[in-house]
């Protein structure tokens, strides 16, 4: 038997106790031993619950528990989930968390760790949810050069694009229906502004290069700003717009962001709406390889957590190998790159004698202003520019 203690019972917590006894048989099959939940930890009670029995308001009783084998984090954030993480790996416990904040700001850490200590620390769960990307990306994908890793990695962002390209309607009101819905934080930010989307590109970076990546160091641009003639626009040139974190390679540099794009049917990309999430990689052997699903829910999320939970059972003992080495990987700004952009500018600007165009762009109802799609030019180019009103990379 081995023995799983879960820190913090909400809709991930709650998912993963679910998972482990639900499917049961099927864990215990691929585990190659019964796994039963002897622990959870959360400070709220729980009268009713399955895990009543089994709660505890006290950290301490599941690190001094010497028959916990492996602790599941899903608390959120890096303060006290830090602390219990860390504790945790240093008593000898495997840790598996769907903490993106937790993983983007001390990886390095709590992966050495588990390295000195034998033991695993798995983070599946922490980005695109119950889509299998970590492991791919470190166990399978080990004999190309990566040339770029781009994707669609935060559901609320993408169901309020979605929804405002469909009914065409404006942010704010498409945002509430999203809380309404259960789809966006009564505190969006961390999603609308891009930081949630950020933490997951630098992870995803982390491991392709083996290298710690510091998502302070990307440049980051939410969605907060596009309206929906932004979104007419896109649809007069047959391209959606999508909230996309991308680290391309360039030149031998490493180029990564958080920016809406617009892109067009022959990108992977462009047919994934609502809450779905999908990483898109491109290897110089492989050529493109997309991972496709749910990138967030309890259930999903759940699943992927219950996954490296039975990795962990299979190597009890045995560390799996993850490099993420804690010296800084210098992440470039990809304005430095030369790409296109669709700028809209009031009637009168001068545009066409200061950047190159491709082509301009004309609907109904938009007045005083016109639309280009420049040609490709370095974003830091666009920085003098007068009387923008809107500016999106066109991928």
């Not at 830090?82 to 990886?107: D, I, P, Q, R, W």
């Not at 609308?192 to 933490?199: F, K, S, V």
């Not at 959606?240 to 794009?261: D, F, M, Q, W």
């Amino acid at each position: 038997m081995i023995n799983v203690a879960i820190l913090g019972y909400g809709v991930i917590g709650s998912g993963t106790y679910k998972v482990i006894t639900q499917n049961q048989d099927i864990v215990k099959g691929n585990a190659g031993d019964a796994v039963q939940v002897k622990a959870v930890l959360d400070l709220r009670e729980f009268p009713g619950s399955p895990v009543e029995d089994i709660l505890t308001h006290d950290f301490n009783d599941i690190l001094n528990d010497d028959e916990i084998d492996i602790v599941v984090e899903v608390m959120g954030g890096t303060g006290a989930a830090y602390k219990f993480v860390k504790a945790s790996l240093e008593a000898g416990k495997s840790v598996v968390t769907s903490n993106k904040a937790l993983v983007a700001a001390y990886g390095p850490e709590l992966i050495r760790i588990a390295r000195e200590k034998n033991i695993n620390f798995m983070f599946e769960a922490s980005v695109g949810g119950g889509i299998p990307i970590i492991r791919p990306l470190i166990s399978c994908i080990t004999a190309d050069e990566i040339l770029e890793i781009t994707g669609i990695l935060n559901g609320t962002t993408n169901f309020i694009l979605t929804d405002m390209y469909e009914e065409g309607s404006e942010f704010e009101p498409v945002l509430k229906q999203a809380q309404a819905n259960g789809f966006a934080e009564a505190d969006p930010t961390a999603d609308i502004e891009g930081h949630d989307a950020c933490r997951k590109i630098a992870i995803l970076t982390a491991l392709a290069e083996g290298q710690f990546v510091d998502f302070e160091d990307i440049p980051c641009r939410g969605i907060t700003g596009i309206s929906a003639e932004d979104i007419a626009y896109a649809k007069a040139l047959g391209k959606k717009i999508k909230l996309l974190a991308s680290t391309r390679y360039s030149g031998g540099n490493i180029y990564s962001e958080v920016s809406p794009c617009m892109i067009d049917s022959s990108n992977p990309l462009y047919a994934v709406d609502g809450v779905m999430n999908a990483v898109l990689v491109k290897g110089n052997m492989l050529g493109d390889i997309m991972f496709y699903g749910a990138g967030a829910g309890s259930l999903p999320t759940a699943s992927a957590v219950v996954s490296d939970i039975v990795a962990c059972c299979r190597h009890m003992h045995e560390n799996i190998p993850v490099r993420m080495d804690p010296e800084k990987l210098t992440v470039h700004d990809p304005a430095e790159l030369k790409d296109r952009y669709f700028i809209r500018v009031s009637a009168d600007a001068d545009i066409a004698s200061k950047v190159p165009c491709e082509c301009e762009i004309t609907i109904p109802d938009a007045e005083g202003e016109k639309a280009v799609i420049t040609k490709a030019i370095a974003g830091a180019e666009l920085k003098d520019l007068e009387g923008i009103i809107s500016c999106i990379k066109v991928r």
